[in-house]
T-cell receptor, first 116, second 114 residues
Framework: DGGITQSPKYLFRKEGQNVTLSCEQN?????MYWYRQDPGQGLRLIYY???????QKGDIAEGYSVSREKKESFPLTVTSAQKNPTAFYLC???????????????FGDGTRLSIL | DQQVKQNSPSLSVQEGRISILNCDYT??????FLWYKKYPAEGPTFLIS?????DKNEDGRFTVFLNKSAKHLSLHIVPSQPGDSAVYFC?????????????FGTGTKLQVIP
């Protein structure tokens, strides 16, 4: 059964600590994304990757870092530089089509990060 | 500056009636529009989409309408069922975004009352 797995579901961080959120997909999708959701706001893009060993900043990349060493995995690190990290984090993946191709994104169930 | 707006944060509808969720966008270059449904503590799931070359797309109880001149998108659910209670996000694709950039609205929480 193909899908996207995010772990853990809940995560707590002490101030000043870095923390890494896991995202694994077995859909054989080339593109992967990280979004952040805050109450009353839409999903905001943090980082995205279209191919292994390459990734691009999204709209709110400051205080975050990613890696894409394998096609299946796209972990997100929330660094101590992120001043307001408490949020719901969503990972997604999609097929990359041509310029006129439209492929919906498939999402994991998210990780809720809280600061202690 | 929000490019995609869902002005109604919540909507309540009786079971069996029609639910209409609205979405406005600002950029006439957007060429593909999607609706996602999200239950609490889960990720969004893709529901239905429409290309800018169409004005209507139907899938079972769900129909999406696109009014390009008004830059307005709507999702109709008929008949509404209690299981439809969720947050609905509209999303738009910007072809100039390079990577198929998708921008999400803020969501509308739909409650279907049995």
């Amino acid at each position: 059964d193909g899908g996207i797995t995010q772990s853990p579901k809940y995560l707590f961080r002490k101030e000043g600590q870095n923390v890494t959120l896991s995202c694994e997909q077995n859909l054989n999708h080339d593109a992967m994304y990280w979004y952040r959701q805050d109450p009353g706001q839409g999903l905001r893009l943090i980082y995205y990757s279209q191919i292994v060993n390459d990734f691009q900043k999204g709209d709110i990349a400051e205080g975050y870092s990613v890696s894409r060493e394998k096609k299946e995995s796209f972990p997100l690190t929330v660094t101590s530089a992120q001043k307001n990290p408490t949020a719901f984090y969503l990972c997604a993946s999609s097929i990359i089509g041509g310029p006129t191709s439209n492929q919906p994104q498939h999402f994991g169930d998210g990780t809720r990060l809280s600061i202690l | 500056d929000q490019q995609v707006k869902q002005n109604s944060p919540s909507l309540s509808v009786q079971e069996g009636r029609i639910s209409i969720l609205n979405c406005d966008y600002t950029n006439s270059m957007f060429d593909y529009f999607l609706w996602y449904k999200k239950y609490p503590a889960e990720g969004p799931t893709f529901l239905i989409s429409i290309s800018s070359i169409k004005d209507k797309n139907e899938d079972g109880r769900f129909t999406v309408f696109l009014n390009k001149s008004a830059k307005h998108l709507s999702l109709h659910i008929v008949p509404s069922q209690p299981g439809d209670s969720a947050v609905y996000f509209c999303a738009v694709k910007d072809p100039t975004g390079g990577y198929q950039k998708v921008t999400f609205g803020t969501g509308t929480k739909l409650q279907v009352i049995p």
